[in-house]
C-alpha cells in the first residue's frame, strides 16, 4: 500500500449537484495531484497542489477546483455536475514537485 | 500538448516468459518516464522510473529503456507471473510543466498459466 487514503471509495451524484472528494497524502509528502479515469482510459491530469497553493492545471473547466491543507490533506470539488464526469478519481501524492507519484485507490463517482 | 500511447492494447503471456510493453511519447523535451501497473479496482502502482540521461534501469524483474531518438519506452518483465496481470501504463512528466504526468491509454497484460 501507498499511504495514500481517499474517501468516499464510491459516490453517486444527481447531474447538476456539487461533490467533495477527499485525499490523505503519504507522510512527509507536500504534493498532491489530482487525476480523472475514465473507463478503460489512463489517468488525465486535473491540477497539482504544492503547499497549499494550485501548481499546475490540465484542461478541466473551472468548475473543478481543490484545496490543500496545512497538513498536506486535499480536496478536489466538482460543482455543476455533468454524466461525463462519471469516473474514477485519483489522488497521487509525492515527495517534491516532479517526483514520482504514488497513487491512492480512487474514489468512484457516478453522475446520473 | 504531449502525446503518450502505446502500441498493444493486449498482450498475453505464458507464465514463465519474458514480457515486453512498449510506449511512444511525442514530445522529444520530456525528461521524466514513469511506468504503473493498474489492477482491477485499484489506483495505478508505481513500478519504475527513468529520466532522460538514461537509457536502461533496472529494478527487481523489471527493466525500463529509453530510446530518446525514436521516442520509444518499454517495460520489460522478466520471468512474467500470474500476479503481473494487469493494466500497465506508461507516464511522461514533460518540461512544458514537470509537475504535469501525461498517461497513455493502457496496455492490458494476460498471464496465462
Known amino acids: 500500500e501507498t499511504g495514500v487514503t481517499q474517501s468516499p471509495t464510491h459516490l453517486i451524484k444527481t447531474r447538476g449537484q456539487q461533490v467533495t472528494l477527499r485525499c490523505s497524502s503519504q507522510?512527509?509528502?507536500?504534493?498532491v495531484s489530482w487525476y480523472q479515469q475514465a473507463l478503460g482510459q489512463g489517468p488525465q491530469f486535473i491540477f497539482q497542489?504544492?503547499?497549499?497553493?494550485?501548481?499546475g492545471r490540465g484542461n478541466f473547466p473551472p468548475r473543478f477546483s481543490g484545496l490543500q491543507f496545512p497538513n498536506y490533506s486535499s480536496e478536489l470539488n466538482v460543482n455543476a455536475l455533468e454524466l461525463d464526469d462519471s469516473a474514477l478519481y485519483l489522488c497521487?501524492?509525492?515527495?517534491?514537485?516532479?517526483?514520482?507519484?504514488?497513487f491512492g485507490p480512487g474514489t468512484r463517482l457516478t453522475v446520473t | 500538448g504531449e502525446s503518450v500511447g502505446l502500441h498493444l492494447p493486449t498482450l498475453s503471456v505464458q507464465e514463465g516468459d519474458n514480457s515486453i510493453i512498449n510506449c511512444a511519447y511525442s514530445?522529444?523535451?520530456?525528461?521524466?518516464f514513469i511506468w504503473y501497473k493498474q489492477e482491477s479496482g485499484k489506483g495505478p502502482q508505481f513500478i519504475i522510473d527513468?529520466?532522460?540521461?538514461?537509457d536502461k534501469r533496472q529494478g527487481q524483474r523489471v527493466t525500463v529503456l529509453l530510446n530518446k531518438t525514436v521516442k520509444h519506452l518499454s517495460l520489460q518483465i522478466a520471468a512474467t507471473q500470474p500476479g503481473d496481470s494487469a493494466v500497465y501504463f506508461c507516464?511522461?512528466?514533460?518540461?512544458?510543466?514537470?509537475?504535469?504526468?501525461?498517461f497513455g491509454s493502457g496496455t492490458k497484460l494476460n498471464v496465462k498459466p
Open positions: 497542489y504544492y503547499r497549499e497553493e494550485e501548481n
Open positions: 527513468i529520466r532522460s540521461n538514461m
Open positions: 507522510s512527509g509528502h507536500n504534493t
Open positions: 514530445n522529444s523535451a520530456s525528461d521524466y
Open positions: 497521487a501524492s509525492s515527495l517534491d514537485r516532479g517526483t514520482e507519484q504514488y
Open positions: 507516464a511522461e512528466n514533460g518540461r512544458d510543466n514537470f509537475n504535469k504526468f501525461y
